[in-house]
C-alpha cells in the first residue's frame, strides 16, 4: 500500500514527537529555561521592549538573588523574615490537614456530612477567600495567628474533598467482602477505605501545600507582620522589583520543599501506587 501525503506527514510528525520525548528530563527542562531567560533578556536588556519598573532585566534579578542569598546566609533581618513565614506556612499546613482530614471522612463516611455539612463546605469554598483577611485580623490581632488561620482556612477544602473521594475508591466488591467476613464499619475504613484512598488524599495534601502558601503570603499583604509578604510589599512600594522578583524566586523555593516533603511521604506510605502524572506530580 502506497503512503498517501498526509499519511507521510503524519509519520514524520509522530517520529519528531518521538524524538522529542526521548530528550533527558534535564536537557528539556535546561533548554526550556535557556530559551525563557534568553526572550526575557532580549526583552529588557537588549532591545529595551519593557521597562525596568515593570520588568527587571535576568542580570539585575540575579543580583538581588544573590544580595538577598548573602542576607539569609549571614543570619539578616530576611532570615528572620523567612523563618516567620515558614513558621505560618507549617502550623497552617498541619491544621488544614487536620481539620481538612475530619471533615473528608466526615463528609465521605456518613449521611449527615454527605447531605447536611458538604453543601454548606461548598458554599463557604465558593466565597472569595481573600475577603476573609480583615475577619482573622480584627478577630485574632495581627500577629501570626491570623496569617496562620487565613492560609489553613485556604487550603482546607481540598484535603476535605480528595479525603471524602478517596472513601470511595474502595470497589463494591471489596467492600461486600469486608461486609461478608463480618467487618465492622471502623475496621472497614481504617484497614479498606482508608489505605486505599491515601492516593487521593495526598493530591489534596499536594494542593494543599501550594495553597497554604498563597493564604500565607497574602496574610502577610494585608495583615503586615515582618514575614516575606511584607517584605515583598514593602520592596513595591519603593519600585524595587528586581528585589520583589528575587524574594518571590526564594519563597517558591519554600514552597517547593514543603511540596516535595508532600510526596517523599507519599512516595514512603504509598509505594504501591504508581502516578500517572510525568515526574510523579498527581
Known sequence: MTAT???????????????????????????????????????????????????????????????????????????????????????????????????????????????????????????????????????????????????????????IVSTAAGLYAASENERMLFKSMGASRLQTLFRLKLPTGLPYLFTGLKIAAVGVMAGAITGEFLGGGKGFGALIRESASMLATPRVFALILYLSLLGLALFFAVAWVQKRLVFWNKSDLPGGVG
Open 5 to 159: 501525503p498526509d499519511t507521510k506527514q503524519d509519520t514524520v510528525w509522530v517520529e519528531h514527537v518521538a524524538l522529542i520525548d526521548r530528550i533527558p528530563r534535564w536537557a528539556a527542562m535546561l533548554a526550556l529555561a535557556v530559551i525563557v531567560i534568553g526572550i526575557w533578556d532580549l526583552a529588557t536588556a537588549r532591545m529595551g521592549w519593557v521597562s525596568p519598573i515593570i520588568l527587571p532585566s535576568p542580570a539585575e534579578t540575579l543580583n538581588e538573588l544573590i544580595f538577598v542569598g548573602r542576607n539569609l546566609v549571614t543570619g539578616g533581618y530576611m532570615l528572620e523574615a523567612l523563618w516567620t513565614t515558614t513558621r505560618t506556612v507549617f502550623w497552617a499546613f498541619l491544621i488544614a490537614a487536620t481539620i481538612g482530614f475530619s471533615l473528608g471522612v466526615l463528609v465521605g463516611e456518613t449521611k449527615f456530612g454527605e447531605r447536611a455539612v458538604m453543601p454548606y463546605l461548598v458554599a463557604i469554598d465558593t466565597m472569595p477567600k481573600v475577603a476573609f483577611a480583615p475577619l482573622f485580623i480584627a478577630w485574632l490581632g495581627f500577629d501570626i495567628a491570623s496569617k496562620v488561620a487565613l492560609a489553613a482556612f485556604i487550603a482546607t477544602f481540598p484535603i
